[in-house]
Every structure is written in structure tokens, then in C-alpha cells.
């Protein structure tokens, strides 16, 4: 059986990310487009987010006046940019998820209490956890809406242990220049997942979101993202194929496959 279940796919900044950088640009960018596409109600999208220390407070703020200007509402106006979830339960379940992460992280902007009264709709929430821990509720449950939390780390190996703490995910993004954190931080995290963007300098003009999955990538992952993969792509066309293998001389499997 082929499964695809949840993932607390992740977002991290690298060290070398500094102000007013492209590398930082592009990051924001894709946290906020991630968190509030589709109301956040994609497997693919952001919901941790992994900053050096010493710039947590300066991400919390670029996210939050980025996050303040979503506009929640009917989104077949012109000027709303993000519509309600899809239905009473996954309100519920919204509202539910963010008291949860409230036992290890602070609401920034949005929480449980901005949710609307009247239809399903629920504001862009951010929350900050300043003493991440691998038992925190962050890494163990999946909040399917506009929600994500801002942790700090200290060194990579704190950074790779928090990763892995969400048990397997989809993808998780590196938004870094710095080749020897980048090699250091893939290498360690690849395991527990089933791709990984890299987002640096040198792409961020043309960077594709974490949230695309393209055809000729794995879109699954290992663990509690469902330990397979969907038969998209190529992947998929063997499926319908009758495949064998030939096994003998090599002057003969040349000559059955035609090559002179």
C-alpha cells in the first residue's frame, strides 16, 4: 500500500542569510506564500520555520508585516488574498491545533482568537517557540491551515536533531549561500525526507516554491509523511509497463537489444 499521510515540513535560514539579502527576500517570500496558499491546506506547505538565533526577532518581523497585509475573506474579490478552509470541521480542527501549539510557542499575529465568528474563515497565524524541544507539540502535530512557528537553533547539530524530530516529511527548504552549511545540513537531513529545495542567491529570481512538486521529483517521504511515493511522473508510467530483466553474455543481450 502506498500511503501519503501528514508532514511538518520545515523551513530553514542559514547563518549567512543577512539582512536585506536575496537569500533572506526569497525566504519570506516563500514562508508567507507557503503558509497562506490554498489557506495553508496543502501537504507541501511551511510549518516550521528554522532561524539562527540571533535573528529570530528581525524574521518575526519581516513575517509579521508581511503576514498583517493578507487580507482574509471572499476570494472571488479582487482584493482579498486568502479565502476561508474548507469546512466546519477543519475550523474546528484549526482552532484545536493552535491551543495545542500554544503548550511550547507564543502567538505572534493571528491565534485562535481571531478566528471569525461567522463562516470558516481563520487569520494568517504565526507563532514564535523560543526553546524548541524534540517533544514539542510543533513536531508532533500537523495544524492543516494558515499556521506556522518560528524556532530559533544554535548549532547545525541542534538544527538537524529539530528537524528530524517531525518524524519524515514531503520537503523542507535551505535558504542559504554558505556551500559548506548547505552540504552539511542536506546530507544530514536527507534521510528524513523526500526532497529538499535549496534556495540561494543565485536562483532566488527564479526559484520555484517548495510547494510545487515537479513530475520528475518524489513527491512522498519517508515516516510519517506516509513512507512512499505517488506514482506521478515517470514514476507512474512504469506502473502500466511490463518490465524484465535480462540477465547473460553481453554480446548476446546487445544483439536482442539491437545494438551493433
Known amino acids: 500500500i502506498n500511503v501519503e ?3 511538518l515540513n520545515a523551513a530553514i535560514l542559514g547563518p ?3 539582512e536585506g539579502s536575496e537569500v533572506l527576500n526569497l525566504f519570506v517570500n516563500d514562508v508567507v506564500r507557503e503558509m497562506t496558499q490554498k489557506t495553508g491546506q496543502k501537504c507541501t506547505a511551511i510549518r516550521r520555520i528554522y532561524v539562527p538565533a540571533a535573528r529570530v526577532g528581525d524574521v518575526v518581523e519581516l513575517l509579521r508585516e508581511r503576514l498583517s497585509a493578507v487580507k482574509v475573506g471572499d476570494p472571488s474579490r479582487d482584493d ?4 476561508p478552509v474548507s ?6 480542527d484549526v482552532r484545536e491545533g ?3 501549539l500554544e503548550s511550547c510557542a507564543k502567538v505572534v499575529i493571528g491565534g485562535a482568537k481571531a478566528i471569525a465568528d461567522k463562516g470558516f474563515f481563520v ?9 524548541p524541544k524534540a517533544s514539542d507539540a510543533v513536531h508532533l502535530h500537523e495544524v492543516f491551515g494558515p499556521v506556522a512557528t518560528v524556532m530559533p537553533y544554535g548549532s547545525n547539530e541542534e538544527l538537524v536533531g529539530l528537524v528530524a524530530a517531525g518524524g519524515g516529511g514531503l520537503v523542507t527548504s535551505v535558504y542559504a549561500d554558505d556551500k559548506e552549511f548547505i552540504r552539511s545540513i542536506v546530507l544530514a537531513i536527507a534521510p528524513f525526507h523526500g526532497r529538499l529545495v ?6 532566488a529570481g527564479q526559484s520555484l516554491p517548495p510547494g510545487m512538486a515537479l513530475p520528475q521529483l518524489v513527491h512522498g517521504g519517508p515516516g510519517r509523511a ?4 505517488e506514482l506521478g511522473g515517470r514514476r507512474g508510467m512504469t506502473f502500466y509497463m511490463q518490465r524484465t530483466a535480462l540477465q547473460g553474455d553481453r554480446a548476446l543481450l546487445e544483439a536482442i537489444a539491437g545494438k551493433k
Open 5 to 7: 499521510a501528514d508532514s
Open 16 to 18: 549567512d542569510a543577512t
Open 80 to 83: 482579498v488574498t486568502m479565502g
Open 87 to 92: 469546512t466546519a470541521q477543519q475550523l474546528r
Open 98 to 100: 493552535i491551543a495545542k
Open 123 to 131: 487569520a494568517p497565524t504565526l507563532l514564535q517557540g523560543d526553546s
Open 198 to 203: 535549496l534556495g540561494s542567491s543565485k536562483i
Open 226 to 229: 506516509g513512507g512512499g511515493e
